[in-house]
């Protein structure tokens, strides 16, 4: 258990479909991420939000929408995604986006699309 | 932009030591990182090693940095079948807003 959860474990969803992912972290971190795991690939970092307040957006599609309401959720909105876009899905957290800084990850939401 | 490489898979005999290889290009790290990822979890940080280190060694593990060839290895002695798992390198440098780069996982295999 590293503190932070992530819901559903697996979803399937349809391209014309809208769903959204959960991430909670139950550390006290002030900072918190979206990254995408894709075979052969490196991790993908998409989002980071510190305090709350989006710091990063890395050239991710608008077909995906990040939320933050409160520093210890965050939240990924999907919608008419492609089958490209099937991955897991992983929340990070970390005290903050300083130089140094251990990042806790949820065990991931599997995502399929059809 | 900045990179970080890895190869994809290794696979090693049981008692053995394992070496896994990460080559990066941001020669301004600050941090370098070994995460392991089990099968159907997220990502734990396993050790970390300062820029200005060339060694560190912790427990069963060591982490050489060769930071002018941009070259950091992971070694595991007597490598269990537990410790079958995907390895991500990662790397922090001061450069923007504090990137956090992973590398794309070796896939690390023990053999009974």
């Known amino acids: 258990e590293t503190g932070v959860t992530q819901t559903p474990r697996h979803l399937v969803m349809g391209m014309t479909n809208k769903k959204s992912l959960k991430c909670e972290q139950h550390?006290?971190?002030?900072?918190m991420y979206w990254y995408k795991q894709s075979a052969k690939k490196p991790l993908e970092l998409m989002f980071v939000y510190n305090f709350k307040e989006q710091t990063e957006n890395n050239s991710v599609p608008s077909r995906f929408s990040p939320e933050c309401p409160n520093s210890s959720h965050l939240f990924l909105h999907l919608h008419t995604l492609q089958p490209e876009d099937s991955a897991l899905y992983l929340c990070a957290s970390s005290q903050d986006r300083g130089t140094h800084n251990e990042q806790f990850f949820g065990p991931g939401t599997r995502l399929t699309v059809l | 932009g900045e990179d970080v490489e890895q190869s994809l898979f290794l696979s090693v005999r049981e008692g053995d030591s394992s070496v896994i290889n990460c080559t990066y290009t941001?020669?301004?790290?600050?941090?370098l990182y070994w995460y392991k990822q089990e099968p159907g979890a997220g990502l734990q940080l396993l050790t970390y090693?300062?820029?200005?280190?060339d060694m560190k060694q912790d427990q069963r593990l060591t982490v050489l940095l060769n930071k002018k060839d941009k070259h950091l290895s992971l070694r595991i002695a007597d490598t269990q079948t537990g410790d079958s798992a995907i390895y991500f390198c990662a790397e922090s440098s001061p450069s923007g807003t504090y990137k956090y780069i992973f590398g794309t996982g070796t896939r690390l295999k023990v053999l009974a």
């Open positions: 550390l006290g971190h002030n900072a």
């Open positions: 941001d020669s301004s790290s600050t941090y």
């Open positions: 090693i300062f820029s200005n280190m």
